[in-house]
């Protein structure tokens, strides 16, 4: 069935150190793609998206770029900061019907100075 | 700004109790949704609404329900309460333009059954 799989986290990463966060997902069509962030003690926040192959979101110093051969959306910062610990979720968008998201369960990412 | 308000941060409740839960967005979405956030299983959507009155299941619509009798406002009932209801309730809303439009979140309400 249609799903997003991310990686396990939790995650744990010094100041400065580049991060990847994999993703990937079972649809059928062309989804669009997020990634979404949650903050302690918040909601879910757009990070960025990616509405067809081949195209890049970025957004404060993440990106991600939307591989149809591998039905990939891998999320990475170059260089992470105390401030990005958070969770992040992976998401897609069915290309018709209706608006519904398909959420991945998140993966937790603390970023020690 | 989007801006998706959910009424309370933080609610205890007592088993059989019905709970209501409110969110009102002020983008004038069409789509507004309910999930409900749980460690290791990540968000399950419980209901959504396309329109003014009109809901659909979700993965998880056992023991809720749902009213939408305006369009910004999108509540969910918990008919009797129960302890594996506990959990962060989050809704969200989004557009129906052209495109995948992305959901706005509310920043949640943590509801504790006892």
């Known amino acids: 069935g249609n799903s997003v799989t991310q990686m396990e986290g939790p995650v744990t990463l010094s100041e400065e150190a580049f991060l990847t966060i994999n993703c990937t997902y079972t649809?059928?069509?062309?989804?669009?793609l997020f990634w979404y962030v949650q903050y302690p003690g918040e909601g879910l926040q757009l990070l960025l998206k990616a509405t067809k192959a081949d195209d890049k979101g970025s957004n404060k110093g993440f990106e991600a770029t939307y591989r149809k051969e591998t039905t990939s959306f891998h999320l990475e910062k170059g260089s992470v900061q105390v401030s990005d610990s958070a969770v992040y979720f992976c998401a897609w968008g069915p290309t018709g019907g209706s608006e519904k998201l398909v959420f991945g369960k998140g993966t937790k990412l603390t970023v020690n100075p | 700004d989007v801006k998706v308000t959910q009424s309370s941060r933080y609610l205890v409740k007592r088993t059989g109790e019905k709970v209501f839960l409110e969110c009102v967005q002020d983008?004038?979405?069409?789509?507004m949704f309910w999930y409900r956030q749980d460690p290791g299983l990540g968000l399950r959507l419980i209901y959504f609404?396309?329109?003014?009155?009109?809901?659909e299941k979700g993965d998880i619509p056992e023991g809720y329900s749902v009213s939408r009798e305006k369009k910004e406002r999108f509540s969910l009932i918990l008919e009797s309460a129960s302890t594996n209801q506990t959990s962060m309730y989050l809704c969200?809303?989004?557009?129906?333009?052209?495109?995948?439009?992305?959901?706005?979140f509310g920043d949640g309400t943590r509801l504790s059954i006892l």
């Open positions: 609404s396309y329109d003014v009155k009109m809901k």
């Open positions: 983008m004038d979405h069409e789509n």
């Open positions: 649809a059928t069509g062309y989804p669009s």
């Open positions: 969200a809303s989004s557009s129906s333009g052209t495109g995948r439009q992305p959901q706005h």
